[in-house]
């Protein structure tokens, strides 16, 4: 059993309701729009942190963080990517690939809009939890956890940080 907790669009915004719900995890996941590596230094101080950067993110980041990153954790195939689309409508960089092999589990950010849904054609879980930082339109912060349990994502809870 793996805790995760699932963030993405900090733009350089990294404090202390971010933190507490770091030390929850097993393992932090970042979607990318990390603005500065401080942000992932201090999660990376306190949990393993796996992540790709975003379409913010300079040339330093990129170096750190690739544009896909694609593993699997315990028996979920997990693909992680800035920006993705959302089920059937993926974008055209992430289309073809998620059709011709499907991960169980395909995580965005960029849209600073939760959102989690199912693509039943593809059997694909798709997740964006939002943005977690100040920059940007969103209204509330906001992240995901979760627990991956061999082959099951469970435990799906929403994670409120307030306004912006």
């Known amino acids: 059993m793996t805790k995760i907790l699932l963030l993405s669009d900090t733009h350089s915004h990294i404090d202390d309701a971010i933190l507490k719900h770091v030390g929850w995890a097993d393992e932090v996941w970042h979607a990318g729009d990390i603005g500065s590596l401080k942000v992932t230094d201090s999660i990376e101080k306190l949990k393993p942190l796996k992540g790709v950067h975003g379409n913010i993110d300079d040339h330093i980041i990129q170096k750190e963080f690739p544009e896909n990153n694609r593993f699997l954790c315990e028996g979920v195939d997990v693909w992680i990517t800035h920006i993705g689309g959302y089920p059937p409508k993926y974008n055209v960089r992430t289309r073809d690939m998620i059709k011709e092999n499907p991960p169980k589990l395909f995580i965005c950010g960029h849209s600073h809009i939760l959102k989690v849904m199912m693509d039943k ?24 956890r979760f627990v991956i349990d061999g082959e099951d994502i469970k435990d799906l809870e929403v994670v409120e940080l307030g306004k912006r």
């Open 121 to 144: 054609k593809l059997g694909v879980l798709h997740m964006n939890p939002g943005a977690c930082g100040k920059h940007g339109f969103h209204q509330v912060r906001t992240m995901l």
